[in-house]
């Protein structure tokens, strides 16, 4: 076919577009001969071709189509192959996707950034010896402090699952973090590589980052410790065998951001600095192929995690309803040391197409700790009031500052993943943003979630009864409840959300989406220009 065929077929394909007599078919096909040519013979496409893939984006007929996603989605994936394939109309096709995040919403929105966030590029991420002693060596308390020639100042307090003792000079703690129940040796094993794989490297980065000192037992970074020298509660879900993992941490480790205790909150400054600290960490880390797969946990419906395909676990690029988000923000994987809990480190290797849904969970995690840290200055301002009305806390947020927030955290995650600063005007509304942040995350309008019979059959009546208390109810009410017989409503929020419906905070989402694939793009165009 000769250039003359070649340009005929796409000044068809191109009409096929903009008339409103054309099928939403016909639509389809035309972006499917659009992208060949982009493919095949790149120098027949122009901007008159940019333009008609922008109409159909923009398109409120388009829009009423049941389908209208998969369309939209096949015309930002042409765009983003001119990216590709095209030097002269490059620039052209990223500058129309840059304007359509900022212009688009809904489906056209998620179409574009997914294909932003689908560059190609590789990222090659650390193997690690995870080779497990088979004879794990068991011990008690004392002689973990004689097996590693420690003298601990005090007796050790529990913190959460970990045992934590403070050493001489008080500038450093010994941590003897204990398995949970269902969790394997192989997990728990995996946590010390990493301490061991950063501090080895001696990352030289210029942010704070106090990463732990493993220690071994017996030449074995995982060992089994019984006779546990504090009282564990019943509820807590330690492994019945002991095992647990090792290591000396600075003594601001489990120092959290967001502290809901007065006299350890931090100032203005002090928050954005560490914020704007693990914002970088969380990025560069992330681009050498080392991602946090949980800064904060999230969930869109924890209790029914069992008999989901997604474990409950939130899935953020499908904006349905954030489950108890205010206490999901109560203990961050990152404070004042950096990064916290390395067991969430995964290994990141070949074609970046899931790093578009790591980056999105880290900076959505980022920001639901700042909202967090304004609910947190009145912890008990929580819920429904006396006469059932959702507390309205709005008052304890400062737009202004939030706002700097919400920008400082982009800039420096962008700054981590790609290498370079960001030039030019976000594209998004940050004021807006930032007013229905305060306006959703302010205001505890959605606290009900719903205990289905399925999930009652789940549970053992032990586990009924206890999950009812946890969530509020008291032992007479646990005694009265009958267990599989009706759904039962509990008040566990706020969620972003009614249970079972989509998040009320989309514009949360969008600007997540809308972030998360700048990155992709400058690191994409960093990579492609080292290449060139």
């Known amino acids: 076919m000769n250039n003359r065929d070649l340009e005929r077929q796409r000044a068809l394909s191109e009409n096929a577009l903009k008339d409103k007599d054309y099928d939403f078919t016909a639509k389809y096909l035309a972006v499917w001969h659009i992208n060949s040519l982009v493919e095949t013979n790149p120098d027949v496409i122009n901007a008159g071709t940019i333009s008609a893939l922008e109409h159909v984006l923009q398109d409120p007929i388009v829009s009423h189509q049941t389908q209208a996603y998969f369309l939209y989605k096949h015309v930002s994936n042409t765009l983003c192959s001119m990216i590709i394939h095209s030097e002269e109309l490059a620039d ?20 574009v950034a997914e294909s932003l966030g689908a560059l190609p590029f590789s990222v090659h991420g650390p193997e690690l010896d995870e080779v497990i002693k ?20 005090h007796s050790p307090e529990l913190i959460g699952r970990s045992l934590v003792a403070a050493l ?20 728990l094993h995996g946590e010390p590589l990493w301490m061991e794989h950063l501090k080895a490297r001696s990352f030289n980065f210029p942010v704070r980052f106090n990463v732990p000192r493993a220690i071994k037992i017996a030449g074995s970074y995982t ?11 019943h509820t807590m879900d330690i492994h019945p065998k002991g095992y647990a993992i090792g290591f000396i941490a600075d003594k601001d480790y489990f120092t959290y951001p967001n502290d809901t205790r007065k006299e350890r909150r931090l100032s ?22 080392i991602v946090h797969s949980a800064p904060i946990p999230l969930f869109h419906n924890q209790v029914q995690r069992q008999r989901r395909r997604d474990n409950g676990l939130y899935e953020w690029f499908r904006a349905g309803r954030l489950h108890a988000w205010l206490d999901s923000c109560s203990y961050p994987n990152l404070g004042l040391t950096g990064i916290r809990d390395f067991e969430h480190f995964v290994t ?13 969970t880290h900076i959505l995690s980022l ?7 304004f609910r947190n200055k009145d912890r008990d301002r929580v819920g429904l009031d006396n006469t059932g009305e959702p507390v309205d806390a709005r008052d304890l947020f400062d737009k202004y500052f939030f706002k700097e927030l919400i920008r400082v955290i982009f800039l420096s995650y962008y700054h981590g993943f790609v290498e370079k600063q960001f030039r030019g005007e976000i594209p998004v509304g940050l004021d807006e943003l930032t ?7 302010g205001v505890d309008r959605h606290m009900e979630e719903i205990l289905r019979v399925a999930d009652q059959k789940e549970m053992t009546d032990k586990e009924f009864r206890g999950f009812l208390r946890e969530k509020g109810y008291s032992n007479n009410q646990t005694k009265t409840i009958k267990k599989d017989i009706e759904d039962i409503a509990i008040f566990s929020g706020p969620h972003l959300g009614e249970f079972n419906h989509r998040i009320s905070l989309p514009e949360l989402i969008e600007s997540v989406g809308t972030m998360s694939a700048l990155c992709i793009v400058g690191r994409y165009l960093k990579v492609q220009a080292e290449n060139t």
């Not at 990141?348 to 999105?360: A, M, P």
């Open 168 to 187: 001489p000079q008080e500038k450093e703690l010994l941590v003897i973090k204990l398995a949970r129940i269902h969790e394997s040796v192989q997990s």
């Open 435 to 441: 007013i229905r942040m305060i306006e959703e995350m």
């Open 268 to 289: 203005q400054k002090e928050f954005t600095e560490v914020m704007s600290g693990n914002a970088w960490l969380l990025g560069r880390l992330t681009s050498l192929g």
């Open 223 to 233: 060992f089994r410790l019984r006779d546990i020298p504090v009282k564990m509660s």
């Open 134 to 153: 088979r004879n794990i060596p068991c011990i008690n308390w004392q002689q973990i402090c004689d097996e590693t020639g420690l003298t601990t100042s």
């Open 348 to 360: 990141f290797r070949g074609l970046n197409s899931n790093l578009y849904r790591y980056i999105g």
């Open 92 to 111: 052209q096709a990223f500058s129309s996707l840059k304007n359509l995040l900022g212009k688009t919403s809904g489906h056209p929105h998620r179409a």
């Open 367 to 373: 920001f639901l700790v700042a909202g967090s840290y």
